[in-house]
């Protein structure tokens, strides 16, 4: 039996693009004040991006429960005995916690791994990706999570952001705290590292931001696959993607926007490119 | 303005009041200059809640003389104090009560005599004062105070503005006089509170109540190289702590000055201060039992705390070493004025060496912040063509690491900051900064020293012009004339952002009609007015 491959919303992964990937999405939750809404399941982004400007308190979010997970390895083992569980870095998420919880109170009805991506977005929404493509070509459990850890490290997260507000105001900062109380007005540039949000380098406009994006990809010889993602920015992240049409094949550029939970710590305006390098022949 | 010769009970409370507020203001920025090992964790924190138990007394006070205020006031700040800088703040009011006895209202001289008081009370408490703190401030306020009474002024305003202004010099020379301040390149806390204080006093009785609501009290720079974000080297002090042990003790016929003979041998910091029925003790110690065994049979205590000074120690360390920076380049900019100081500074610059046009630092100043920065990688934005050289000299005198990018100007040095990039080698650091300049172009606007002629212009002295990157060319009758004909010689429909960088006289109103006029006129362009504080130059203007 195929193995079945679970992710959480924070992977970026549409409904669409799940269904077709026969990938099962599990949603975190985000919460304004007292409602609390599961991710792009019971709000929509636009809808989240749109109160994230216009509310005066900030949204906060929260892991899905062991038994979100539970209910998910339930029904997939109904239709197979092996599962490959990737989840958002636990350095930014408890939710690696969860799919462990999860996985214990299984006791042992099927076969799971549980994978912490180290990443966040289409950072692991490729990686996620390159799993099920494997699986397709007939990788069982132990194959596809040997692929899956080499892939972590060839997943590189680069991030625009319009304001650090969000990011510090959730704690999620990390090594980026140094880019924050600039005097003058400007745009950091952020990846993930070793599972956290860290520093990359700071520019004043968003076409400046598209430019050091488009450098930052052209640095790359061997591409796998990439990604572009963008908040509340569709035009801005279509420029992006015409650009990096010079290096890499823009129909193979995958497109998304940012979950609400995501958006909750990079706000709006925010962009995301993401690169998997090709594995070293 | 009219001269105000004698001050009301009621207005003593208000002032003080209206300064609680101002400190409260600025209790976080104050507990930022926190320099461990000096004791007090959070002096800021620790002033204004002396000062908020400080104040609720006064307004409890049982008449509205002055006297009676300031009796109240001691009185409750000798109760609620906190920390070192808070016990030592309560001896200011109880020197300040002592030396209001009996006044209904008081005049400039009364106030010069009070100051006085308190700060000989202050240091009265301190088994061993240090200069350099709270202490040495409030002297020199205090002196300043009485000379001015004594050159003839009566009137309480401008006596007391000039009390500000030495509290203010005081506080810039702290590091002068105590090494760990000018090693961590900041001021003392505690001055900086005492100077706030009184800054707030003055604002209140200047009438300023409503800027006082919007501003924020300024935290004193001192003359050393600013050094904005990055901690200090951390030694790790084998030499144990102890317990910082402080608490309030109540009984019948206490000496304080007795008890502080006991204490004396039992630990460092003490400070014992209070009267006949309550005593205030601060005292680190290892033995924190013997203490309070013995306060036990004097009275009864309250507010007793203590805390474990190498935990906190330990907390601060962790607390420094998650601010490191993710790399190990450190970047030293060169920048006159204060507010471009800052800016290097916000931006992530180790340091920053004082200097610019017609104050170039020498080898040896740009050397010294070089050894006192604790990378051993450093690239330097000399941000000044006449400066370029110099800083080229200091690679061949430390074993430390040394990339120049040759910044010619600062808006330059501030591409160039921006664009370091936090992974790179430090060598393609140098190579991607360098790469930046080209994307800025700088216009300066200065006045003319003398008549002349130059690339076909005609200067009169004193004249504004303009240079961009760094030459002449042009020259108008006034500023805003001559940012116009700079701005058209430029391919301005691909540039996005200009920062205007002011100078430390140019006229406000003026740079607001320059930042408006430029955003009219090229509407896609993001406009951004800071204050850079430069000499010379009014207006120092980047295009990107």
């Known amino acids: 039996m195929a193995v079945k491959i679970v992710t959480d919303t924070l992977s970026d992964i549409t409904e669409d693009l799940a269904k077709e990937l026969g990938v099962t999405v599990v949603p975190l939750y985000v919460r304004f004040g007292e409602e609390i809404y599961r991710d792009r399941v019971e709000i929509t982004s636009e809808e989240f991006y749109r109160r994230l400007v216009s509310e005066s308190s900030l949204p906060s979010t929260t892991q899905p429960t062991p038994n979100d997970f539970y209910q998910v390895y339930e029904t997939l083992a109904k239709e197979t005995d092996e599962i490959l569980v990737i989840v958002v870095s636990s350095k930014l998420s408890g939710t690696y916690q969860s799919a462990t919880q999860a996985k214990e109170m299984m006791e042992g009805k099927c076969r799971i791994e549980v994978v912490d991506s180290l990443s966040v977005a289409m950072g692991m929404g490729l990686i996620v990706i390159a799993a099920t493509d494997a699986v397709k070509a007939g990788a069982n459990l132990d194959e596809a999570t040997q692929l899956v850890r080499r892939a972590i490290s060839r997943s590189h997260l680069t991030a625009y952001f319009d304001t650090l507000k969000y990011l510090a105001k959730g704690g999620r900062i990390g090594k980026a705290s140094g880019l924050l109380g600039s005097l003058l007005s400007v745009k950091p540039i952020l990846t993930v590292k070793e599972g956290e949000m860290a520093p990359l380098t700071r520019v004043r406009s968003v076409s400046a931001g598209i430019d050091y994006l488009c450098n930052y990809a052209a640095e790359f010889s061997n591409i796998e696959g990439m990604a572009v993602e963008h908040a509340t920015t569709p035009d801005d992240a279509d420029q992006l993607v015409e650009r990096l049409g010079a290096i890499y094949p823009k129909e193979r550029i995958y497109r998304a926007v940012i979950s609400p939970v995501v958006g909750t710590y990079s706000g709006p305006n925010a962009m995301a490119l993401t690169i998997l390098e090709g594995e070293k022949k | ?544």
């Open chain 2, 1 to 544: 303005m009219s001269q105000v010769k004698s001050v009301a009970g009621q207005d003593l409370r208000d002032m003080f009041s209206a300064a609680a507020s101002w400190l409260e203001k600025s209790s976080a920025d104050i507990d930022a200059l926190n320099v461990f090992p000096v004791p007090d964790g959070d002096t800021g924190t620790n002033m204004m809640l002396t000062m908020r138990s400080t104040m609720d007394e006064a307004y409890r006070a049982p008449d509205h003389s002055a006297a009676g205020i300031a009796h109240a006031m001691a009185r409750g700040a000798l109760m609620g104090a906190r920390g070192n800088s808070g016990v030592i703040l309560s001896q200011i009011w109880r020197g300040l009560a002592q030396g209001l006895e009996d006044k209904e209202d008081f005049t400039a001289a009364d106030l010069a005599a009070a100051f006085q008081k308190a700060a000989q009370i202050a240091y009265k408490g301190v088994s061993r004062p240090v200069e350099g703190t709270m202490l040495t401030v409030m002297k020199d306020a205090a002196s300043a105070t009485q000379a001015e009474v004594d050159a003839g002024n009566e009137d309480v305003i401008s006596v007391l503005e000039a009390t500000v202004n030495a509290a203010a010099e005081s506080v810039a020379n702290t590091p002068m006089l105590l090494k760990v301040l000018k090693d961590a390149g900041v001021v003392d806390a505690g001055g900086q509170g005492v100077y706030t204080i009184l800054e707030g006093a003055l604002r209140y009785l200047r009438g300023e109540t409503e800027l006082m609501r919007l501003r924020k009290p300024q935290i004193i720079v001192s003359e050393l190289p600013h050094v904005a974000t990055q901690p200090q080297s951390i030694a790790i002090d084998e030499v144990p702590y102890g317990y910082c042990t402080e608490f309030l003790l109540k009984g019948e016929k206490l000496d304080p000055e007795v008890i502080k003979k006991k204490l004396l041998r039992k630990g460092e910091s003490l400070i014992v201060v209070g009267d006949d029925s309550a005593v205030r003790i601060h005292i680190h110690t290892l033995t924190p039992g013997n203490i309070l065994q013995f306060a036990a049979k004097l009275g009864t205590m309250h507010q007793v705390s203590v805390r474990n000074m190498d935990e906190q120690h330990q907390d601060f360390l962790e607390m420094q070493k998650e601010r490191m920076p993710a790399t190990d380049t450190a970047v030293i900019a060169v920048a006159a004025g204060d507010g471009l100081s800052d800016v290097f500074g916000s931006l992530g610059a180790a340091a920053v060496v004082p200097g610019g046009q017609t104050m170039n630092p020498s080898t040896k100043d740009i050397l010294q912040v070089v050894e006192s920065t604790f990378s051993d990688k450093i690239i330097i934005l000399p941000n000044n063509k006449n400066i370029i050289a110099t800083a080229n000299q200091v690679q061949s005198l430390t074993q430390k690491k040394i990339a120049v990018v040759p910044t010619r100007t600062i808006p330059q040095g501030v591409v160039a900051l921006l664009a370091f990039d936090y992974e790179a080698e430090f060598n393609d650091n140098a190579e991607i900064m360098e790469k930046a300049l080209s994307s800025v172009k700088t216009i300066e606007v200065t006045r003319s020293v003398r008549a002349t002629k130059i690339n076909g212009l005609k200067i009169k002295r004193k004249q504004p012009i303009g240079l961009l990157d760094g030459e002449l060319i042009a020259v108008a009758d006034t500023n805003i004339e001559v940012i116009s004909q700079l701005l058209t010689r430029l391919d301005i429909g691909k540039a996005e952002v200009v920062t205007i960088y002011c100078g430390e006289d140019t006229e406000a109103a003026e740079a607001e009609q320059i930042s408006t006029s430029i955003t009219e006129r090229y509407p896609q362009l993001q406009s951004e007015l800071i204050r850079g504080g430069q000499p010379h130059y009014s207006y120092i203007i980047s295009v990107e």
